[in-house]
Each structure stands twice: as structure tokens, then as C-alpha cells.
């Protein structure tokens, strides 16, 4: 996708799990795709811990990381030119994290919390109590804290009424009626 450029695409839509907190979160040819649905202002939605790999975006992703983990305070220092910087988003929040870690949950703790990382970017992270719906939505970027959130962040999405037309839904508007991201131009 990053040899062939996104203006194929009209939405991009990034699950959760915790695979994103392995690698995508500094990815580099994703940080590439993301900013370009940025820079066009075409919706990007992810859920749940998905929302963790906007920092795929930073312009060392790999050092931020490594920063956060170690707890040297130095990551906000590398932050510079970050693309979602102000941006309000949610995630899966530091207290979800923490009851599933352990040995009653998942059987290990996560390197760093999410919500902390995505704050220390420079994000203004909003989280509601643990398990409750919660979708952010802030200009082309629309979050949802984790499977909870699904049917409302579904809602928040319109599908294309043309080849490139995207718009956001208001709950009101009713649900969509077919897939709303990752469509490219030619489908209708």
C-alpha cells in the first residue's frame, strides 16, 4: 500500500487486540499510511488498543517506545512534528489494561499503558469508566475505547455515497447500511 500510494482508499480502519501494541505501534510504512489519510482528512478508525499505533506516525517511533518503556521521561522530548498531536482520542483505558493483567487475565502486564503513551505524544486522551461505551471523534480520526464502544463506532461512520465522498454519521442519521472503511474509489 505504501508503494502504491492510499489515494485508492477513502477510510482506513485498524483493530484492536493486543497485536498492535507488539509492532504496528512503530511501524513506519504504517505511520506513512496514516499520515497520509491525515493529511487528506480521509477517517481513519481504530479500536480498543488499536489507537496505540498512531505513534507509528512520530518521527522516531522506535525511540519513543524505547522511552517509555524505560520511563526516562525523555519520550514527549520526541515528539516533534507528530501528526495527531491535540487530537482527542480514546483507547483501552489504563484500568481495563490493569484487570486483565496478572494471572486471573492474560497472564502478563503490558510495557507501558497505553493512555499514558498516547498522552505523553500529545494527545488528549478521554477515558470513561472501565467496560462503557466510549467513541471520540476529532476531525478525520474517530477512536473507540474497546469492544464495548463497537456498535457506536460503527454508527460513526458513513459509507462513500460516491467514489470519494466520506462523511460522519450522527446517531441520529440511523445506521449505515454497508462497510464504511478501507473501501477503495472503484467499489460502490
Not at 508503494?3 to 507488539?22: D, K, N, R
Not at 491525515?38 to 477517517?43: A, D, I, L, T, Y
Not at 521521561?73 to 486483565?100: C, D, H, N
Not at 496478572?102 to 486522551?125: C, D, H, K, M, T
Request: proline letters at 8%.
Amino acid at each position: 500500500m505504501v508503494a502504491e500510494g492510499t489515494s485508492g482508499y477513502v477510510g482506513l480502519f485498524i483493530p484492536g487486540g493486543h497485536a498492535p501494541m507488539v509492532d504496528l505501534f512503530k511501524d513506519k510504512n504504517l505511520g506513512k499510511i496514516l499520515t497520509s489519510f491525515h493529511e487528506s482528512g480521509r477517517p481513519t478508525g481504530i479500536i480498543c488498543h488499536g489507537p496505540i499505533v498512531l505513534l507509528s506516525a512520530l518521527p522516531d517511533p522506535d525511540a519513543f517506545i524505547a522511552s517509555m518503556i524505560a520511563g526516562d521521561g525523555k519520550a514527549s522530548s520526541m515528539t516533534k512534528g507528530w501528526p495527531y498531536a491535540g487530537y482527542r482520542v480514546t483507547i483501552f483505558s489504563t484500568g481495563e489494561e490493569q484487570a486483565l493483567e496478572g494471572p486471573n487475565g492474560l497472564v502478563g502486564n503490558v510495557q507501558f499503558y497505553p493512555v499514558n503513551a498516547l498522552a505523553e505524544a500529545g494527545a488528549r486522551v478521554e477515558s470513561i469508566a472501565n467496560w462503557h461505551s466510549n467513541v471520540v471523534v476529532d476531525r478525520e480520526l474517530i477512536t473507540g475505547q474497546q469492544s464495548m464502544s463497537a456498535p457506536e463506532f460503527g454508527l460513526g461512520i458513513q459509507p462513500p455515497r460516491d467514489a470519494g465522498a466520506v462523511s460522519f454519521r450522527n446517531k441520529s442519521e440511523g445506521p449505515p447500511t454497508e462497510a464504511a472503511f478501507c473501501y477503495p474509489k472503484m467499489m460502490k
